[in-house]
């Protein structure tokens, strides 16, 4: 059984940067896709980055593209979101998600089968 665990979300200005961790346990999380999803209150839960199993592959949410990186240490079982330019419209609730399909690193949530608990990210104006 895959665990995912998130870290490093809290509260930020508008303009600020922030980082996030997600740490992996359980499996052979260097063969996963793995990707970023947030849900602010009252939406549902969206895309927002996605990176393949080797890191070479990488996509983004029209929303964050050159703001947020996405990256991964699969020597650390460990995947990054980089948040930079923040913007108080990208508070929410940021999820890692883990898929074995290691080459899918898809936009559709259904098709990861693995989710951490969630970490606040709150940027405020």
């Known amino acids: 059984q895959v665990q995912l665990v998130e870290s490093g979300g809290g509260l930020v200005q508008a303009g600020g940067s922030l980082g996030l961790s997600c740490a992996a346990s359980?499996?052979?999380?260097?063969?996963?896709?793995m990707g970023w999803f947030r849900q602010a209150p009252g939406r549902e839960r969206e895309f927002v980055a996605g990176?393949?199993?080797?890191?070479?592959?990488?996509k983004y949410a029209d929303s964050v593209k050159g703001r947020f990186t996405i990256s991964r240490d699969n020597a650390k079982n460990t995947v990054y979101l980089q948040m930079n330019s923040l913007k108080p419209e990208d508070t929410a609730v940021y999820y890692c998600?883990?898929?074995?399909?290691?080459?899918?690193?898809?936009?559709?949530?259904?098709?990861?089968?693995?989710w951490g608990q969630g970490t606040q990210v709150t940027v405020s104006s």
């Open positions: 998600a883990a898929d074995p399909s290691g080459t899918r690193y898809s936009t559709r949530s259904y098709e990861y089968g693995y």
């Open positions: 359980g499996g052979t999380f260097s063969t996963y896709s």
């Open positions: 990176i393949n199993w080797s890191g070479s592959n990488t």
